[in-house]
């Protein structure tokens, strides 16, 4: 059974940072590329960061290139998101994902606020 479990997220002041874990399970994690989404209250699940099976190649959303980094390790089957500069927009719900695939984890939540 694939499983995703989030977590790392919490309460930060504008401008401090989270470092998010996501522990995988039930499939070759080391084979597929893996995603970080976000959802925020009242807005649509919106996709923040990729990294491929390898860990070459990285993209972002617009919105936190530059602050955010997506990283993994396959010997643990876990992807992270260092999140830098945080702001109150960045408040959000956020999930982990194989690429291509339609199962979620509980999410973590993230709250930007002073």
């Known amino acids: 059974q694939v499983q995703f479990v989030e977590s790392g997220g919490g309460l930060v002041q504008p401008g401090g940072s989270l470092r998010l874990s996501c522990a995988s399970s039930g499939f070759p994690f080391s084979w597929y590329t893996m995603s970080w989404y976000r959802q925020a209250p009242g807005k649509e699940r919106e996709l923040v960061a990729q990294?491929?099976?390898?860990?070459?190649?990285?993209n972002y959303a617009d919105s936190v290139k530059g602050r955010f980094t997506i990283s993994r390790d396959n010997a643990k089957k876990t992807v992270y998101l260092q999140m830098n500069s945080l702001k109150p927009e960045d408040t959000a719900v956020y999930y982990c994902?194989?690429?291509?695939?339609?199962?979620w984890g509980q999410g973590t939540q993230v709250t930007v606020s002073s």
């Open positions: 990294i491929t099976s390898t860990g070459d190649s990285t």
């Open positions: 994902k194989r690429a291509g695939y339609d199962t």
